[in-house]
T-cell receptor
């Protein structure tokens, strides 16, 4: 088995601040994802990465940057936090043959 | 615009009853569907997948897929309070690494 670790679990930022969320997986999966989930809602794709050093924009990429410098890690940066923004950011990885997404526990963001 | 539509938004069923959830994609390139379940405060976990026309059953859970209409449904028989959760439908196309999720159906099973 494997695990996806997201840090931090909770992130409180100020309006306009640049904030970075980190994700590590030890599944040895090639593809990794960042999704945003607003309270009680579905998942919206921000960025995904097919392999190391690859980046692909999702439907919600504006206002975010991403980085995949190693196969095991995928970082997401909120370039300028919006006041009163609250959401959970979920990282996932995918084993291509299993065709299943495995999710981390999430980072809960609050912006004051 | 959401390319994966789920209905209903929320659903209440009595314990022991049948829950039926629907999902349709508006993207003709979609080939595969998944159902994920997310309990409150937890991360989503894959429940069932379906890639071919027809039906697939695993215990109390049955999924149907109609590829012509790009419609899938999830049916939960003998519903239990522990089935109360947000059910998310995901879709993707062959050779496509992008998984698009719907807004979810919130199921509540009452004793």
């Amino acid at each position: 088995g494997g695990i996806i670790t997201q840090t931090p679990k909770f992130l409180i930022g100020q309006e306009g601040q640049k904030l970075t969320l980190k994700c590590q997986q030890n599944f040895n999966h090639d593809t990794m994802y960042w999704y945003r989930q607003d309270s009680g809602k579905g998942l919206r794709l921000i960025y995904y990465s097919i392999t190391e050093n690859d980046l692909q924009k999702g439907d919600l990429s504006e206002g975010y940057d991403a980085s995949r410098e190693k196969k095991s890690s995928f970082s997401l940066t909120v370039t300028s936090a919006q006041k009163n923004e609250m959401a959970v950011f979920l990282c996932a990885s995918n084993h291509r043959e299993q065709n299943t997404l495995y999710f981390g526990a999430g980072t809960r963001l609050s912006v004051l | 615009q959401q390319k994966v539509q789920q209905s209903p938004e929320s659903l209440i069923v009595p314990e022991g009853g049948m829950a039926s959830l629907n999902c349709t994609s508006s993207d003709r390139n979609v080939d595969y569907f998944w159902w994920y379940r997310q309990h409150s405060g937890k991360s989503p976990k894959m429940l069932m997948s379906i890639f071919s026309n027809g039906e697939k059953e695993e215990g109390r859970f049955t999924v149907h897929l109609n590829k012509a209409s790009l419609h899938t449904s999830l049916h939960i028989r003998d519903s239990q309070p522990s089935d109360s959760a947000l059910y998310l439908c995901a879709a993707s196309g062959a050779g496509n690494y992008k998984y698009v999720f719907g807004a979810g159906t919130r199921l509540k099973v009452i004793a």
